[in-house]
């Protein structure tokens, strides 16, 4: 398979994955304080959400290499 297609094929399923669930998260740790043996640490959890507009466009221009592959041959 051509490395074009495949590209194309990620394109189209993080631009469908991307408007079916429109946001993630992910957690982050940071260290805010060390004393001797004793360490504080916060858990804080981020949530990006993803505009319908990247999705779309990720689909596109999927769309678009795969025709811009399937045309080339």
């Given at each position: 398979m051509n490395p074009i297609k495949i590209v194309a094929i990620v394109l189209i399923i993080t631009g469908l994955l991307g408007l079916v669930y429109g946001r993630f998260s992910y957690t982050r740790e940071t260290q805010?304080?060390?004393?001797?043996?004793?360490?504080?640490?916060?858990?804080?959890?981020q949530t990006v959400n993803i505009p319908i507009w990247t999705g779309v466009a990720a689909i596109v221009a999927g769309g678009g290499l795969l025709l811009f592959a399937s045309r080339k041959r």
């Amino acid at each position: 398979m051509n490395p074009i297609k495949i590209v194309a094929i990620v394109l189209i399923i993080t631009g469908l994955l991307g408007l079916v669930y429109g946001r993630f998260s992910y957690t982050r740790e940071t260290q805010e304080a060390k004393f001797g043996p004793f360490e504080l640490t916060i858990k804080d959890t981020q949530t990006v959400n993803i505009p319908i507009w990247t999705g779309v466009a990720a689909i596109v221009a999927g769309g678009g290499l795969l025709l811009f592959a399937s045309r080339k041959r």
